[in-house]
């Protein structure tokens, strides 16, 4: 099947080409194949092409940050949120709260869960924002972290409070002034995240954690202790038990929570950092112990009796995912009626009753309608945080762009870069 | 690299002498190149200038970033990172033999002896690929957890002291090692490698193991010096499906793995979804491409085969 080719083609994919409709087999030879690429360097090489393709500075969006709001004539809103964080009806297809809103205000909501994780959604809308252009999304989902660096950028809108009466009367001190968005001039908070411990009573065999120290330093976890990679509820929850507040700490603290947790990676204590799949290692037993999202946990012990949650005396990590409207977006007061409509008491405690997160409204309103629906989640601590509860809660706080840079930078180099 | 799976036209006997057609006809060859050069310069050479620009910028989210030709950021990717470039050659190395050594008697297998079975067995080959990347990956999470069957027969039969001894496993697990990671590129990528054999040994003549024995040659010789050469293509248009995109790889690194078995890919992905390092992270795309176009080329002035296929 050799085939001896002339030199005399020069462009080398017609080379390949003519052989291919001459002689059948021969398609593609180690030559052609060579050579193409050969020539496509050449081509990539074109250095001059290069210098054309800077990214523009952030925030310096043409054309304004608002579009014209399409409200009153397109009676509809696009909400992208997480998988599964949303009440849902026994057929699998329907959302309740979401049907009795377009009922009430003839607003369709085109509803995607489309974020399954913060860093890879802001690679997706990234261009779209940077180049000022609508993401075709009017409301998103974002944790803390991510919505303060969208706000930091210019990317996210600023609210109308008139539109949002229920959420300014009911939104909860807890989640009232966060430092990267004072008085909450751009987000609200969809649900709240506690991040806390979770284990395996059948992996610990008998060992006992009630703190990170513990799954750090008692050998009988060896290999077999979970920390996340989302950086802030790793590291917050090591500062915590180091004795430090995550929101108020400085770079020597987090140097300090860095060299704690090498230790343990350099002496196989944790076994590995995961994303949302620390649940099936958790349910399987192959983490013993590891630091998880309450919301997730609260979901798991159903399935699993095994698995638990238990929070440090040290404390534990309060985030919370927050509604922004971003830039450009077609639907702007649309958006901010569906946000207002899920701090009324009776969808909030709806959403709550279906999710276990934490619900952002007031303790006081939302508890009745939530006992009338099922009196042990008005009870749970996760769901409506008591006193207790909420003396034992701290947030991350917030990064300037260097230090995130820095952080995230320490952080990887952690987790195997 | 789509000619690679369209079926060829039939083999027509080469003609000694070949003139280019001429006048409009000549055209033609052009026109039928067209989509493919434009899907190229659309999805592969645009973002390929794009990337090669990133990787010598400068500066960051909020600053933009600007073409400064800072050539360093390239040394400093590869001091950085070349234990993760070292690992991924490994990993991806030893998961294409281990590849070529279980699909090679397979793919011979169907080629030669499968008679009926032969469409069957290929479907199940490539069965598989009916379900997602990432929940054959997670499947393997079941298959190796601490306390299942695997492990525990592993635990047993003493195999996992062995392999603590090599140092590719850790305690008694499998789960989080080195073992565990090239167990997973194994199985994702073996139908790259059984497709190709395939295709190549069911081309040779059965007329020619016959003349093989009618030469006294035993079976074993006959495969040495009459099958095995022939294979070439098939085991090198298979070595490469398999080794380019397991080097490439970070799902099984991500899933299977641990801290210390974090593959190039990986890198790549957190450099640029996490730290937003993003010249970083094209630099290490381009080194990678780099790295394993030179080891491609070698391999196949090596392997001495013209034919891909």
């Not at chain 1, 690679?123 to 303060?148: C, E, F, S």
Request: glycine share 8%; net charge neutral; hydrophobic share 40%.
């Amino acid at each position: 099947m050799e085939q001896n080719e002339p030199e005399r083609l020069s462009p080398a994919q017609l080379a390949a080409m003519r052989r291919s409709l001459t002689s059948g087999r021969a398609a593609l030879t180690r030559r052609s194949l060579l050579r193409a690429s050969a020539g496509g360097a050449l081509v990539a090489g074109g250095l001059g092409a290069l210098t054309g393709c800077g990214i523009p500075a952030a925030g310096k969006t043409q054309g304004g940050v608002s579009a014209e709001d399409h409200s009153a004539k397109e009676k509809t809103v696009n909400f992208s949120n997480w998988t599964e964080y949303i009440d849902i009806d026994d057929s699998g297809k329907r959302h309740p709260t979401l049907e009795a809103f377009t009922k009430r205000t003839g607003i369709t909501v085109k509803y995607t869960e489309d974020i399954n994780d913060n860093n890879e959604f802001f690679a997706k809308i990234k261009p779209q924002l940077a180049a000022g252009q609508d993401t075709g999304r009017d409301i998103i989902v974002l944790t803390d972290w991510l919505a303060g660096r969208l706000i930091r950028l210019g990317w996210a809108q600023k609210l109308d409070p008139s539109n949002l009466p229920h959420a300014f009367a009911n939104l909860s001190d807890q989640f009232r002034s966060p430092d990267w968005d004072p008085g909450r001039a751009y987000s609200y908070p969809w649900q709240g995240i506690s991040t806390v411990i979770a284990y395996n009573k059948k992996a610990l065999d008998g060992a006992e954690v009630k703190s990170v120290s513990d799954m750090l330093d008692n050998p009988k976890l060896k290999g077999r202790v979970g920390f996340l990679t989302e950086m802030r509820d790793t590291i917050g929850m090591t500062l915590l038990d180091m004795g430090k507040d995550p929101a108020k700490f400085t770079d020597d603290d987090y140097d300090a929570a860095i060299a704690r947790l090498q230790k343990a990676v350099d002496s196989q204590q944790i076994r590995r950092f995961t994303g949302n799949d620390y649940t099936s290692d958790l349910t399987k037993g192959d983490f013993a112990a590891c630091i998880a999202w309450a919301g997730d946990v609260v979901q798991l012990k159903a399935d699993s009796p095994d698995v638990d949650f238990m929070i440090p005396d040290s404390g534990y990590l309060t985030s919370s995912d927050n509604m922004l409207i971003p830039n450009k977006a077609r639907h702007k007061t649309n958006a901010e009626r569906l946000m207002d409509y899920y701090y009324e008491p009776g969808p909030a405690a709806e959403l709550a009753a279906y999710i276990n997160y934490v619900t952002p409204v007031e303790a006081t309103k939302v508890r009745p309608y939530l006992a009338k629906i099922d009196q042990s989640a008005a009870d749970n601590p996760l769901i409506i945080p008591d006193q207790s509860m909420a003396a034992k809660s701290r947030a991350f706080r917030s990064l300037s762009q260097k230090e995130e840079t820095a952080y995230e930078a320490k952080f990887a180099k952690l987790t195997g870069a | 690299m789509s000619t690679l799976t369209e079926a060829p036209p039939p083999l027509a006997p080469p003609a000694p002498e070949q003139k280019p057609p001429r006048g409009r006809g000549r055209l033609v060859p052009y026109w039928l190149l067209l989509p493919g050069i434009l899907w190229l310069l659309v999805f592969f050479l645009m973002p390929m200038v794009y990337q090669a620009s990133t990787s010598v910028q400068t500066g960051s989210l909020e600053e933009g970033y600007k073409v400064t030709w800072h050539f360093a950021t390239y040394w400093d990717a590869l001091a950085e990172y070349w234990p993760q470039f070292l690992r991924s050659v490994l990993y991806a190395g030893t998961a294409t033999v281990l590849c070529l050594l279980l699909g090679y008697p397979l793919a011979y297998l169907i080629a030669f002896r499968a008679g009926r079975w032969r469409n069957v067995v290929l479907i199940l080959v490539i069965a598989p690929f009916f379900t997602s990347f990432l929940i054959r990956t997670l499947a393997w999470k079941t298959i190796l957890s601490d306390g299942g069957p695997v492990v525990g027969a592993l635990n047993t039969l003493h195999v996992l002291d062995v392999t603590n001894w090599l140092g590719i496993t850790a305690g008694d697990r499998v789960l989080a090692t080195p073992l565990a990671v090239v167990c997973g590129l194994t199985y994702n990528f073996l139908p790259f490698m059984i497709l190709p054999l395939y295709t190549s040994l069911e081309r040779i003549d059965p007329r020619l193991h016959e003349a093989a024995g009618d030469l006294y040659a035993r079976p074993s010789t006959t495969f040495r010096k009459v099958t095995f050469p022939l294979s070439m293509p098939g085991v090198v248009s298979g070595t490469l499906l398999t080794f380019i995109p397991a080097s490439g790889d970070y799902v099984n690194a991500e899933l299977l793995g641990s801290t210390d078995t974090r593959m190039v890919g990986n890198v790549i992905q957190t450099q640029f979804l996490r730290v937003l390092d993003y010249p970083t992270a094209a630099a290490l795309s381009f080194i990678l491409m780099a790295a394993i176009l030179i080891m491609v080329t070698l391999y196949i002035r090596r392997s001495g085969t013209e034919d891909l296929v």
